[in-house]
């Protein structure tokens, strides 16, 4: 079969027998796909610090007659990032992005929109390597957006009201929106605290072209406030944990 070739960005590596290694990656053409690396951990020219967490590649790929597996046949450096893994804040930062895209994604689903998202979060942790927390507040929220799956913050899903004095506002996974204690006064385990000014910077990211999100400021409050909710959201629609939030700082 001819090969085919397309921007990769490198989400997952693992060994396979005593040679190949079998890499996920997300493209930006064909969205995720799994291949296998024949011969790969005893290459000394063509895989060579090449299949290396973060980084971007040209891949040359091809399916393989005998598996579900796509068969990587070549892998061009484009972009190594290797203060990535350089730096542990870093390292967990960048290891939970691609463990979001890891398990929101199917494979063969395709969006260039989220590979191009992907790509900025992770130039804009290797080049300015702050702001972390941050960046990640950007990826997920402009990500679940892409998915579909875009959190209603434009207030109480009952009443509609924000922002009204002395009122509690509440983020309800199950019902993916805000509620408030004069609507709900008896809080469910599942629900989230929100701060008016959290809700408002989230909007804000949901709302911001990405080229102009540097210019939010998130207070330590806000930030722990919207990595809780962001966690918390994670956990209920994945059903299943995203290890990478436990070593987050």
């Known amino acids: 079969m001819s090969l085919q070739q397309n921007p990769a960005i490198v989400l997952q590596v693992k060994d396979h027998g005593d040679s190949d290694k079998i890499v996920t990656m997300y493209t930006r053409e ?5 291949l296998i690396a024949k011969g790969a951990k005893r ?16 891949i040359h ?8 597996l796509m068969r990587l046949d070549q892998a061009d450096l484009l972009a190594p990032f290797p203060a990535l893994r350089g730096n542990y804040e ?3 930062a960048a290891s939970l992005l691609c463990e979001l895209v890891l ?56 009443c509609h009201a924000l922002g009204v004095p002395r009122v509690v506002y509440r983020f309800s ?16 385990g599942s629900s989230q605290p929100l701060s008016i000014q959290t809700i408002q910077l989230l909007r804000r990211v949901q709302d911001m072209e990405q080229g102009k999100l540097e210019r939010l400021h998130f207070s330590p409050a806000a930030t722990r406030e ?24």
């Open 226 to 249: 919207a990595i809780a909710l962001l966690k918390r959201y994670d956990a209920h629609l994945l059903q299943r944990e995203v290890q990478s939030w436990n070593f987050l700082d």
């Open 103 to 158: 398990h929101w994604t199917r494979e063969h689903d395709s969006d260039e929109e989220l590979f191009r998202l992907l790509l900025w979060a992770l130039e804009g942790l290797s080049v300015t390597g702050g702001g972390v927390n941050r960046t990640i507040i950007f990826f997920h929220v402009k990500m679940l957006d892409i998915l579909g799956y875009r959190p209603d913050l434009t207030g109480c899903l009952d």
């Open 173 to 188: 996974p199950l019902r993916n929106g805000l509620v408030c204690s004069r609507c709900e006064p008896n809080a469910t």
């Open 61 to 68: 790929f091809s399916p393989s007659r005998h598996s579900s």
């Open 90 to 92: 870093l390292y967990i």
């Open 30 to 34: 064909h969205g995720k796909i799994v």
């Open 43 to 58: 290459s000394k020219k063509r895989f060579v610090n090449k299949l290396e967490l973060f980084s971007l590649l040209l």
